[in-house]
């Protein structure tokens, strides 16, 4: 308006006027969509609507800034010359370029559906030829070394066996420094003297990646130090796992009443799992504690000597686990007083075979007079889950997407006879990625149809908002490409990408369909509103979709801590916002005037 003669204050007001409403209603599509985001569950979507509710505050803050602050400083600094262009040189040029391309597409409007068809084939194929995840994968700098040695394993001889693993770990040279727990872990359970963790922090300046780190140790760990399993986790993914109870990327959880039979199948099962290329640090999931000491009291000697199994097995454990015989008072507390045999006549058999057993007659008897005391494997512990006895085959994944390893181990399903009464479920990470893109899917919907609601207040009418929802599968193309170009997994991450570019989408779409509308009211024919349409809000639509683009990629490249949680959502919307820039511009004119040439001329 400047360049045409207009005075300072008048030109901001018609400018101000001429994009207010187009400007209110692309600002509330994009804040709808996050809306459906608060229906989210889990860990995940705990995270994805905080962000969501921080996008839609943000964009309603800046909506404030466009329509109440920018006109006055547009007043008070923008300044034009006489006879200045409007557009520099090389912009007119692109105008120039764009307005031959959309009126040959105008005159060769077949090319629409072709072009269509081949796109959603292209999307289809990119989709197809994606890993899929759960989270996104991020170097956090430290990771989590879980151990177990053998069944029954002493304190003493635990640590003598993890002085070796510290040994490794300390001749790495990408490893800072670690602690070591034995008989606890970061979970909630208490676990026993053969089981703890290793917190590793990294270097920050090393060369290798987190991954590579932990297939090393992992390596030199199986080949130096035997009699011990080991298990990987990076901290974040550990926590993730104790919160919300499905810590490894893969588990098979079968269900059965046969304890036997559980545990035989979920060991054979492990082994075959172990094989699927990707897998690591497979667990069969059975849990058995070390061996026992069992004294079987033979009730006839037992009589002979007058006394009963009961008053024996009483005995026993009283010199074994000892009895409370007094207290002691110790300022305000009673402290009691337990009495039973050292240590080390409770854990050698002969000793055991020796404890005295007094009869009513007065005399003693070795236990071994009148019991047999035998060593057997220590028992598996026992899981139940929906009532049912349940044991969780899992593993983690090296150097592999979870879509792709999940389809191996549900092929070896598929194959695998199991006992009868015997059932299965995937379970893991892999349940909680299937979740969550369902819910997604739902928020996708729901988003959709709340954009459509809000554009038909904008437009009155269902022809634009249907143009733009036509248009709108289109820049999935864009999204898979990308994703699909820079070998970047389908996970939530990306998915919540694709949702925002809904409302980032349909922005572009309201600036250009709005001016066709006005110019098509103003008498012109349908073909050259477009194209009028087009010329005017070329510039706009440009440089808002250059500054998103600009604005994310730094996201897109991992610059920056924790970037790589964000990274997969970064590359969907700087992909699918380049391709929708351009379907938008040249597509939605296409089926605007596809649709316009059928209906009526619109009231001035």
Known sequence: HLSHGESQSMAVQMAASEIAAPMISSTLTTVVVFLPLVLLSGVAGAFFTALAVTLALALMVSLVLALLVSPSLCAAFLRTRPGQREHGRLFERLIGVYEKTLRLALRFRWILPVTAVVLIACTVYFANNLETGFMPTMDEGAFILDYTTRPGTSLAESDRILKNVEAILHDTPEVAGYSRRTGTELGFAITEANRGDFAVMLKQDRKKRIEDVMDDVRTRITAQVPGIDIDFSEVLQDLIGDLSGDPKPIEVKLFSENQVQLNETAKSLADEIAKVKGTADVKSGVIESGPELIARIDATKAGRAGLSPDVISDQANAALFGDVVTQFLQGDRLIPVRVRYPAAYRGDKSQLESIPIRSPSGFTLP???????????????????????????????????????????????????????????????????????????????????????????????????????????????????ALWWTRTPINVSSLMGAVMLVGIVVKNGILLLDQAQKAEADGMPVEEAVVRAGRVRLRPILMTTLTAILGLIPLALGIGAGAEMQQPLAIAVVGGLTFSTLFTLVFAPLLYVAFRSRQAPLAP
């Open 367 to 481: 236990l071994s007079a009148l019991a047999t005391i035998e060593s057997v494997p220590g028992t598996t512990e026992v899981n139940r889950e929906d009532q049912r006895r349940m044991v969780g085959v899992n593993a983690n994944l090296a150097g592999r997407g979870l879509g792709s390893a999940i389809g191996d181990v549900q092929k070896i399903m598929d194959r695998t006879k199991l006992p009868a009464g015997m059932t299965y479920v995937l379970a893991g990470q892999y349940r909680s990625q299937q979740e969550s893109f369902r819910n997604l899917v739902s928020v996708l919907g729901l988003a959709i149809l709340l954009v459509f609601a809000v554009m038909m207040f904008q437009f009155g009418s269902f022809t634009a908002p249907l143009v733009i929802l036509l248009v709108m599968p289109l820049s999935l193309f864009g999204v898979t490409l």
